[in-house]
């Protein structure tokens, strides 16, 4: 019977996936296989299929779930294929195909860089790790994407020249104005956060340095990281406070301390905003570094410490939420996936509806979130081993 319905399940992947190129373009990528699966079961038949199998073991209902979002995520589309080689990427471009976007709405999101552009920490450059500048710039420019938060990015002078490198090419391949801005702690070889912006599409002002992201008390104390905020004005009338953010890396007890600690912090930055800019529309994007804590008196794995991101925030006030992702991981080490990147709203800001999406992108939508074996995917070794993620908003001020 199983052997049945994963056949079944597995033909509506299929058929859902290339419906969703048909409604990407109106309902963005990451709504786009909600509908998708409605244009490829009868109606009638949907709703009851998809409640026999919640009905059923929980363990086989998640094996069954599983296979299908690996079909779903890893066939052959414009998804994959931009982050397949660079030469998929350029070609997708020379025929003029992009992520899609209605208009009316915005794309906001966030990507770890991995020590941009050296691929390793410190003064060095790893030739195999390094960034393929050329390429990143491609896949920004398929993304589609109006404002970017990036993570990992030195600021030593061969950085620097990296980054203007990305956004003449960007520029180029978009007909945009592509500006990066980073934060200012002075340590060159360190990670920073930064923000990539297409300012003609969005308008930036009053860029600020978030220290309370810092648990260290201080905003570029012991090698960790400030949040970076900028206010964002859209051309629809979206306007909000974006902050980029990569907290503290690690499993061990000490780690995650940290990490709660930043949360305090951006409580505290949520409110100072909201009180500042007279408006609670703020944005957090970056990476959280969700990864559990393998060493606490009761072990947590990644899910339990997002879950508990999720609790804390509903505790914030002013309230915020996490977006929820398409796809259950944004980075892989050591051959698995984890989900460590995200995108933050208050609740009270309408321009980013409950049934929004994070479109995840890279090599996790090309192995569907699943383990792997063998040769690496070709981008985690020449653009990051993290994944970026797209959100995509009302462009229209709903306060």
């Not at 920073?192 to 300012?199: I, Q, R, S």
Request: glycine share 8%.
């Amino acid at each position: 019977m199983w052997l049945r319905v994963g056949l079944v399940l597995t033909l509506v992947a299929s058929v859902a996936m290339r419906a969703c190129e048909r409604f990407a373009a109106t309902v963005g990528e990451g709504q786009c296989l909600r509908h998708a699966v409605r244009a490829a079961l009868p109606r009638s038949d949907a709703t009851p299929t998809l409640t026999k199998l919640r009905k059923t073991s929980s363990l086989k209902s998640r094996q069954v779930n599983k296979r299908v979002a690996a079909v779903t995520a890893t066939a052959s589309s414009p998804a994959t294929e931009a982050f397949r080689s660079p030469a998929s990427c350029f070609e997708l471009l020379r025929q003029g195909v992009r992520a899609g976007r209605s208009q009316g709405m915005a794309r906001v999101g966030t990507w770890n860089v991995r020590w941009f552009p050296d691929g390793v920490a410190g003064d060095t450059l790893d030739s195999n790790l390094a960034t393929d500048v050329e390429w990143m710039a491609c896949t920004l420019a398929w993304m589609n994407v109006d404002a970017m938060a990036l993570a990992e990015v030195k600021s030593k002078p061969r950085s620097l020249a990296a980054l203007e490198q990305l956004v003449s090419r960007l520029d180029a391949l978009t007909n945009g104005k592509h500006t990066v801005h980073l934060d200012d702690c002075p340590d060159e070889n360190g990670q920073h956060v930064a923000w990539l912006v297409n300012e003609q599409r969005v308008r930036v002002a009053d860029w600020q340095m978030h220290a309370p992201l810092n648990p260290n008390g201080d905003a570029c104390a012991g090698l960790l990281r400030p949040g970076l905020g900028v206010n964002l004005r859209f051309l629809g009338g979206l306007d909000l406070h974006a902050v980029a953010v990569h907290l503290k890396s690690g499993v061990e007890a000490r780690d995650i301390e940290l990490r709660r600690g930043s949360f305090d912090g951006l409580e505290r930055v949520l409110q100072s905003v909201s009180s500042r800019n007279g408006d609670a529309d703020v944005l957090v994007a970056g990476d959280f570094n969700s990864m559990g804590c393998s060493s606490c008196p009761t072990v947590m794995r990644s899910a339990a410490e997002t879950s508990w991101l999720d609790n804390r925030l509903r505790a914030f006030r002013p309230q915020a939420r996490r977006i929820p992702s398409e796809l259950g991981c944004s980075e892989y080490y050591r051959q698995q996936p984890t989900l460590l990147d995200h995108v933050l709203v208050t609740s009270a800001m309408r321009e980013a509806p409950l049934d929004t999406v994070a479109s995840v992108y890279g090599h996790c939508r090309e192995l569907g979130c699943e383990a792997y074996s063998g040769s690496e995917p070709l981008a985690m070794g020449h653009l990051s081993d993290h994944c970026p993620i797209v959100v995509t908003l009302l462009d229209q001020d709903l306060d």
